[in-house]
C-alpha cells in the first residue's frame, strides 16, 4: 500500500509589491475548494518573480510544518515576524514528511494530479525581510529546512482534503537533504557532484551547477541570492 500524508493547507496567493519594490507571492492564504493544478502552478498562484520562482520545475513548494517550533526556538530572541504554516509561501504543508524522508525523483498523487520532486529550494534575501531576520535566508540554507519543489506530470484538480500518496521512488538514496549537504557543506565533494550531475530527476540548473562546480572545482559566490547585495 502507498503510503500517503494529510495536507495541513492547501495555499495559493497574489503577487503585492514586496521589499525593495519588488513584487512577491509569498503571503500564500489557505484555500477552502478545489485548485486546478497546471503544469507552471496552480492556476490561482501568482509568483511575484517569475524568472527565479515558479515555472516547471518550480511549479510547487512544499514545506515540512514541524520546522516551525524549530525556527520558533532558534530564533526566540528575535523580533521574527510570520513564523508560522504558511510563512515560507509554501503551497503545501504537512506533518511526517521533510528533507531527510523525500527523495529527488519522488512522485506522488495528489487528487486528479500527479507531481515529482524536482529540487530543494534554494532560499533567498526575501526571507530577510519576511521573518524580519536580516541572515534568514543563510540560516535556512545552512540548517538544511529549506523545503523542496515539485514539477507536474499530471495536471488536474486538488481539493484542500486530499491526501498526499507517494506512488513511485526512482531515486531513494538522493534525499533532498543529501543535495542540500552536497550543494552547501560538502560542496566541491568530487563523487558528488558528479553524481548530481547525471541525476536525471534533478532540476536541470542544478545538474548544470554540479557540472560547473566540478569542472571549475570554485564555489559559485551565493551573496546576492542571500542578501540581495
Known sequence: MNPSWS?????VGSAVAGPRDQPT???????SRAQYLEEHRFRKDQQGDAVHHGGPEKAVHHYAAEHYPKWAEELAEMPVQNLQ??????NLSTLG???ETVA???????GDAVIQVSQPRQPCWKLNHRFNVPDMALRVQTSGRTGWYYRVLQPGWVQPDDPLRRITRSQPDWTVARVLRALYHERLEGDELSALAELAELAPRLRELAARRLSSMTVEDWTRRLTGA
Do not use: H, M, N
Open 97 to 99: 514528511l521533510t528533507e
Open 85 to 90: 504554516e504558511g510563512g515560507f509561501g509554501e
Open 25 to 31: 507571492a509569498i503571503d500564500k492564504q489557505p484555500v
Open 7 to 11: 495536507l495541513l493547507s492547501l495555499r
Open 104 to 110: 529527488i525523483g519522488d512522485t506522488f498523487e495528489l
